[in-house]
């Protein structure tokens, strides 16, 4: 059985069977990190996250740390494998690849990874509920349990302005965005950013959710909202790098094993 690796916030709420991944060699880690982009991408495609050609995760090199690998421009997140991976510097040249980067990736993403050498994932899609949530130009609420993960930890940019396609505005993104790890992006859709794909890729799934659960709410009536001591003691043990990688792992056992041919 795996060792159970600390965390601040879980290890005494249950058992742990999974290893954070350690890696002899640079290459070893880019690869994991392509296998992990990949299996994001297929992810974000079974929760029907597609929006047309919109929508991008990144993942920083882990030796080129001023590049990441992102998604082809126009293909399908349930298509997306290993070898159709991009990668582009912050300065816009392709690195390995041979097909179109999406602009606004590229703008948004830039940016984030420029002004952020803490995150090496970020996450961003046209999902239904996180762009009908985003319309409102309103921060999530703690009412339930789950909410709490962003509790204190997005923020709302507030100032839609078009398609992002300049580069200066990934970087106002990123100003706003500051330390957090998720952002509503008014008009627009969410975005989550972290220290590996598989956080960022839970937060996103949870967030989503996050928006569909309070839109339901409201359209039921009026939701309770906790007190700021219970959700920041909630946050405390569901939020954070750690729950969020150990949360995701469900969710990427299963597509490794449903779709192998993403490792391709």
Same mark, same amino acid.
Request: proline content about 5%.
């Given at each position: 059985?795996?060792?159970?690796?600390?965390?601040?916030?879980?290890?005494?709420?249950?058992?742990?069977?999974?290893?954070?991944?350690?890696?002899?060699?640079?290459?070893?880690?880019?690869?994991?990190?392509?296998?992990? $982009? +990949?299996?994001?991408?297929?992810?974000?495609?079974?929760?029907?996250?597609?929006?047309?050609?919109?929508?991008?995760?990144?993942?920083?090199?882990?030796?080129?740390?001023?590049?990441? *690998?992102?998604? +082809?421009?126009?293909?399908?997140?349930?298509?997306?494998?290993?070898?159709?991976?991009?990668?582009?510097?912050?300065?816009?040249?392709?690195?390995?690849?041979?097909?179109?980067?999406?602009?606004?990736?590229?703008?948004?993403?830039?940016?984030i990874h420029m002004a952020r050498p803490d995150v090496v994932a970020a996450a961003h899609s046209h999902s239904l509920y996180g762009k009908a949530w985003?319309?409102?130009?309103?921060?999530?609420?703690?009412?339930?349990?789950?909410?709490?993960?962003? *509790?204190?930890?997005?923020?709302?940019?507030?100032?839609?302005?078009?398609?992002?396609?300049?580069?200066?505005?990934?970087?106002?993104?990123?100003?706003?965005?500051?330390?957090?790890?998720?952002?509503?992006?008014?008009?627009?859709? $969410?975005?989550?950013?972290?220290?590996?794909?598989?956080?960022?890729? *839970?937060?996103?799934?949870?967030?989503?959710?996050?928006?569909?659960?309070?839109?339901l709410a409201e359209a039921a009536g009026t939701p309770v909202i906790m007190g700021a001591e219970v959700a920041d003691a909630t946050h405390d043990v569901v939020g954070g790098g750690f729950a969020g990688w150990f949360s995701a792992q469900p969710m990427f056992d299963q597509i490794?094993?449903?779709?192998?041919?993403?490792?391709?």
């Amino acid at each position: 059985m795996p060792q159970t690796p600390t965390s601040p916030s879980l290890d005494a709420a249950l058992p742990i069977y999974y290893d954070l991944p350690s890696f002899a060699t640079v290459e070893e880690e880019r690869r994991h990190r392509q296998e992990r $982009l +990949a299996a994001a991408f297929r992810i974000f495609g079974k929760f029907g996250f597609s929006e047309g050609v919109a929508g991008h995760i990144t993942a920083r090199d882990p030796e080129h740390t001023e590049a990441f *690998w992102v998604n +082809a421009f126009g293909q399908p997140f349930a298509d997306i494998s290993v070898s159709d991976l991009l990668l582009v510097s912050h300065t816009g040249e392709v690195l390995h690849g041979s097909y179109a980067v999406n602009q606004a990736a590229f703008a948004i993403h830039s940016g984030i990874h420029m002004a952020r050498p803490d995150v090496v994932a970020a996450a961003h899609s046209h999902s239904l509920y996180g762009k009908a949530w985003s319309s409102l130009g309103r921060m999530l609420d703690p009412i339930t349990q789950d909410s709490c993960i962003f *509790w204190n930890d997005h923020v709302l940019f507030d100032d839609y302005t078009g398609v992002v396609n300049d580069p200066e505005e990934g970087k106002r993104i990123a100003y706003a965005l500051g330390d957090s790890h998720a952002a509503i992006l008014r008009n627009h859709g $969410l975005l989550t950013v972290g220290a590996s794909v598989d956080e960022v890729t *839970w937060l996103f799934v949870t967030m989503e959710r996050t928006c569909q659960a309070q839109l339901l709410a409201e359209a039921a009536g009026t939701p309770v909202i906790m007190g700021a001591e219970v959700a920041d003691a909630t946050h405390d043990v569901v939020g954070g790098g750690f729950a969020g990688w150990f949360s995701a792992q469900p969710m990427f056992d299963q597509i490794m094993r449903e779709q192998p041919d993403l490792l391709d």
